[in-house]
């Protein structure tokens, strides 16, 4: 899973980016921002993170907490590591 995840290049977070930056600008606004972000990592060669940790619009809002929370990974797989184990477990308890 990490390498599915480090080979967007972070770009899976930005839905995680916009939800945090639209408390403070609105949606669309953020949406916008994201998405220029990411276009700016593909130009540039850099990952979503970088690209958004580079853009004004978005520190003057996120404090470098915020987003290390956004960018960390292992705050978005919710109950993954739950399912896993319960299905090692008992491979029957799982819903199909």
């Known amino acids: 899973m990490r390498h599915n995840?480090?080979?967007t290049g972070?770009?899976?977070m930005?839905?995680?980016l916009?939800?945090?930056l639209a408390r403070h600008v609105g949606r669309?606004?953020?949406y916008g921002v994201a998405?220029?972000?990411?276009?700016?990592?593909r130009a540039r060669g850099v990952t979503f993170e970088a690209a958004a940790r580079a853009r004004a619009e978005v520190t003057a809002r996120l404090t470098p907490a915020e987003l290390g929370d956004i960018f960390d990974a292992a705050r978005?797989?919710?109950q993954c590591a739950a399912?896993?184990?319960?299905?090692?477990?008992?491979?029957?308890?799982v819903p199909r």
């Open 35 to 41: 998405r220029a972000a990411a276009d700016d990592a």
């Open 18 to 20: 916009v939800v945090a």
């Open 76 to 78: 978005h797989t919710g």
């Open 10 to 12: 972070g770009s899976v």
């Open 28 to 30: 669309e606004t953020a």
């Open 83 to 93: 399912l896993v184990d319960l299905f090692l477990a008992e491979p029957r308890a």
């Open 14 to 16: 930005s839905e995680a």
């Open 5 to 7: 995840l480090d080979a």
